[in-house]
């Protein structure tokens, strides 16, 4: 599985093998509605792909990267790393870098920047301005993350994603084809990550997102169109009762993931945690569930 080169709050990469095998086989389109890091959509095989994130930094930067030869990328952000003297203790360089990206911000520099920052998140404040710390004495751009970042690129050479920033209920679904294929990892509802609690210069989500995210699933369901969402039913002592009713109501498959919280960046969640993946088709033939 390839792994998105950044560490993303709420990333799927250590759930794929549970979830690529509950996708369709063939699918024509593939559409990775809340696509964040792009862990899942860069691991599905399909025809086509569109990721779609509000994030448009994020989007930004892996449009950046699709138009780039993976060897020359790497070569440009040794550069950088060179004439800025970055290194996992040079504090002083790391916070003159940062106020170079928040007056000029391009995505490679971003890209670097997340390379030498806290816990390697990317985040910023109200005013779009980069504010992750310094990783002291842990941050840098390892051999790890140049393979990473390697293999990552050449796969968006190779698949084309069209990236759109849009907040999803503005995205319009009604095109789609029976042999396209939906997957949705929106914030979670009952835990809270840095792109929800509402102060990230990002929209917060809410019960009343979280219900136009359901009205979207049952127009798809109407037009034929298979979808999978992943979420949590319970965390912490706290029920989705929401989305409990969602299932309760509708024909879909609940299936049940297994994971291991030993990831800082799964800071929200923890023992008790009911991860799930949800389709609006059987996964062993592929047909929509009928109501
Ligand atoms: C759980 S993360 C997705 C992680 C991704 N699947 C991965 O593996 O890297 C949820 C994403 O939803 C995005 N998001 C939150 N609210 C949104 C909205 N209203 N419309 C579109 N995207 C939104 C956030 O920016 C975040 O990237």
């Known amino acids: 599985m390839l792994k998105s080169p950044l560490n993303y709050v709420g990333g799927k990469y250590k759930l794929l093998p549970q979830i690529i095998p509950l996708f369709p086989n063939e699918i024509d389109l593939f559409v990775d509605l809340f696509s964040g890091g792009a862990n899942v959509g860069i691991n599905v095989e399909a025809k086509k792909y569109w990721f779609n994130d509000m994030n448009y930094k994020i989007n930004e930067m892996f449009r ?44 490679i520099n971003l890209y670097v920047l997340v390379a030498y920052s806290y816990n390697y998140q990317i985040r910023f404040n109200n005013s779009m301005k980069f504010n992750n710390p310094f990783g002291k004495n842990r941050s840098q751009f390892t051999n790890n993350m140049r393979s990473n970042l390697y293999k990552f690129v050449k796969r968006l050479n190779e698949i084309k994603p069209l990236f759109t920033d849009y907040l999803f209920e503005h995205l319009n679904l ?20 840095s792109y929800n609690d509402g102060n990230r210069g990002f929209t917060n989500w809410n019960e009343n997102q979280e219900l136009k995210m359901y009205n979207l699933l049952n127009q798809l369901t109407s037009n034929k169109v298979r979808w999978a969402m992943s979420n949590v039913l319970e965390n ?56």
């Open 64 to 107: 950046f990267f699709s138009t780039q030869d993976p060897d020359e990328l790497i070569y440009n952000i040794d550069e950088i790393i060179t004439n800025w003297n970055l290194s996992k203790t040079n504090q002083e360089a790391f916070l003159a870098f940062r106020n170079y990206y928040n007056s000029n911000p391009s995505p």
């Open 174 to 193: 009604s095109d789609l084809k029976p042999n396209d294929f939906v997957y949705l990892d929106p914030p979670y509802l009952i835990t809270r990550a």
């Open 236 to 291: 912490k002592e706290k029920q989705h009762t929401l989305l409990e009713n969602f299932i309760k109501n509708k024909s879909v498959a609940v299936h049940v993931l297994n994971y291991n919280y030993n990831n800082s960046s799964y800071n929200s969640k923890g023992v008790g945690s009911k991860e799930v993946l949800i389709t609006n088709y059987d996964v062993s033939n592929g047909n929509i569930l009928k109501y």
